[in-house]
């Protein structure tokens, strides 16, 4: 028998969607109401009226068509003015690093049918997270590193910060923030609408990191990245505070050096002229919530916490949406917010009140809340995604607000796999979406008092079994010799015979952004491999190890601190042992290899791998 290395197959494609491929449900957007929603719809933006589900256009293609031109703005995004007589949209849009951060935008009048450039005298795609003040009177925007604020009467164009640059940086962020804390549009409205708060980043000491673009040109471009590498301090950061009418700006006095603390978030507090922020110690071992009086720069800590690893910032649902932030949930018109922690070894959601004096566990018990997605206040209830049973699942659950009462699931029992939902305000409607491992995406719009469809005949239930394929993908547990247990999938080959040996190929990611084992809807997918690795008879496999953010506490999350490479690794390779002795599921299936044996993985070019084993090599 030939001794093989484990082949390791590593897709980090994962980070981009890769497993949760498939018809998608179509974006929409709730009225404040909670009793409509819009989306866009060939083209045009339509509203929805439920339950009647009855559809009447708000932006026609006539109406999106600009003057003079014969193609109406194709909508990648849009908002509304507080009043709702305006509409903001985002077009013609380009890619800053991940996303489309950087764009067009113009601004439809309901009442003078007027569809205007916003920010027309700057580079075209130059604009960047334009937004309406609450009077609707203003929009502001970032383009090229200065943040601006134009009037919507009369048009006129004024640049706030007048010093930006890539290295000096007002209303966005460097690569750094982009990276590690998803952070990008860097500028908010006062509910006043005088004055905006903002990022300012000074990266001017950061070195530079060169990227070479082959493809963008016969010739190839050199890319600078403003890129602290390891013993070098990232950039600073602090925040600002614009006036609108005299353009003076102060900077607030935030206890700690700059370059050595993350601030992560950062919004007016309702109803108030003060800001709340979010602030991370170098380490991300230190949390502080701090409460900053834009009119006296005092600064006063409502919350803090630290763990021994790491503090989670946790990531807004739309993460890769335009108008990315990390958000706040208020509840109670701002004198509380829902807070996620895991400081009592379980990822909840307490109540904390903005003058600090209350900080409330809502979601006892020993399982992760995945998620908050709505509240009820008159009810006293929050709606959460949690799986309590099922690490590879999602399913959405509702609490008492008062942290008394367990969780009641919501999710249809019959619907196996994983569960999302988008909350109407007021929690009476919801968009419902579903997948299993063999079931495709599917979606529908609920009543949340009945949990049902609100359209006949067109809920999920009526539409499953025609969404159903073959069931390929086999979920299973596995325990290693060190009691660690873990979650995998495997996909056999076709006409397999338990008789036979066959290669393995195991889908090595390990680390603590994703998950690879997830009951949804492309999981199993061999995307990245050059044929169908069940007609040519691999096995493969895909372990989900200590490390991985799956809902396991905050232990199994976080025992990986400061042991890349050691404990995941290891991992994997005792569950590739537990195969090797027979002990799991197939007795005779053959790993390929002894790297697996000596406790270590060889990583493999997934696009080459093909050539290096054939399943005749048993």
């Not at 949209?89 to 996303?99: A, F, H, L, M, S």
Request: with cysteine; aromatic share 12%; net charge neutral.
């Amino acid at each position: 028998m030939k001794r093989l290395a484990i082949i390791a197959f590593f897709n980090i494609l994962f980070l981009s969607g890769v497993f949760t491929s498939g018809a998608q449900p179509a974006s929409i957007t709730w009225s404040t109401s909670g009793k409509s929603y819009y989306r866009v719809d060939q083209g045009e933006l339509v509203e929805i009226q439920l339950p009647a589900n009855q559809k009447s256009t708000i932006l026609s293609k006539l109406q999106l068509t600009p003057r003079g031109q014969s193609n109406p703005l194709a909508i990648s995004s849009y908002s509304f003015s507080e009043d709702k007589n305006q509409i903001l949209i985002y077009t013609n849009t380009k890619r800053v690093w991940r996303i489309n951060t950087r764009g067009d935008y113009w601004v439809f009048n309901k009442t003078s049918g007027s569809l205007t450039q916003v920010g027309a005298s700057l580079p075209t795609s130059s604009l960047m997270f334009a937004k309406f003040s609450p009077d609707g009177s203003k929009v502001a925007y970032v383009s090229d590193y200065n943040i601006y604020s134009e009037e919507l009467g009369s048009g006129k164009i004024t640049k706030l910060t007048k010093d930006g640059n890539r290295k000096y940086i007002y209303g966005t962020f460097d690569w750094v923030y982009e990276e590690e804390f998803a952070c990008r549009d860097g500028i908010r409205w006062s509910p006043d609408s005088k004055s905006i708060a903002f990022w300012h980043i000074d990266a001017s000491d950061t070195k530079d990191f060169y990227m070479i673009n082959t493809t963008a040109s016969v010739y190839s471009e050199i890319i600078p990245v403003e890129y602290p590498k390891v013993g070098e301090s990232p950039s600073a950061c602090r925040i600002g505070n614009i006036d609108i009418e005299s353009g003076d700006t102060k900077y607030f006095n935030v206890e700690g050096d700059p370059r050595q603390h993350y601030i992560v978030r950062m919004e007016y507090i309702p109803g108030t002229k003060d800001v709340l922020i979010q602030q991370l110690n170098r380490k991300q071992n230190e949390s502080k919530l701090i409460r900053i009086n834009t009119q006296t720069d005092v600064s006063t800590v409502i919350h803090s916490e630290s763990d021994e690893a790491w503090v989670d910032v946790e990531s807004s649902e739309n993460s890769y949406a335009v108008d990315f932030r990390h958000k706040f949930d208020w509840i109670l018109g701002g004198k509380e917010f829902i807070w996620s922690s895991e400081k009592d070894g379980w990822r909840h959601l307490y109540r904390v009140s903005v003058d600090g004096k209350k900080d409330q566990l809502i979601t006892p018990g020993n399982f992760d809340v995945m998620g908050l997605k709505g509240v009820d206040e008159k009810a006293g209830m929050v709606y959460i995604l949690a799986s309590p049973d099922n690490a590879t699942q999602q399913y959405l659950f509702k609490m008492k607000w008062d942290g008394k009462g367990k969780p009641e699931r919501l999710s249809p029992a019959s619907q196996s796999g994983t569960h999302n939902y988008t909350m109407s305000p007021g929690g009476q409607f919801a968009q419902h979406s579903f997948s299993n491992s063999y079931t495709r995406p599917l979606s529908e719009l609920i009543s949340m008092s009945t949990n049902k469809s609100v359209v006949e005949r067109e809920g999920i239930e009526d539409k499953i079994q025609n969404s159903q394929m073959e069931k390929t993908v086999e979920f299973f547990k596995v325990t290693t010799e060190e009691g660690v247990e873990m979650d995998g999938w495997m996909v056999k080959p076709k006409n397999f015979d338990a008789s036979k040996k066959y290669p393995v190929l195991f889908q090595v990611y390990t680390e603590p952004a994703a998950q690879t084992v997830v009951d949804r809807f492309g999981i199993g997918r061999n995307r990245l491999y050059g044929g169908d690795m069940r007609e040519e008879g691999y096995i493969y496999i895909s372990i989900d190890n200590r490390g991985t953010p799956a809902p396991k506490g905050r232990e199994w999350r976080k025992s990986i601190y400061r042991k890349i490479g050691i404990i995941n690794i290891r991992d994997q390779a005792l569950a590739a042992k537990k195969y090797w002795n027979g002990h799991l599921l197939i007795p005779s299936v053959l790993p390929c290899g002894v790297g697996a044996v000596e406790g270590r993985l060889h990583l493999i070019s997934c696009f080459s791998f093909r050539k290096f084993i054939k399943p005749e090599l048993q």
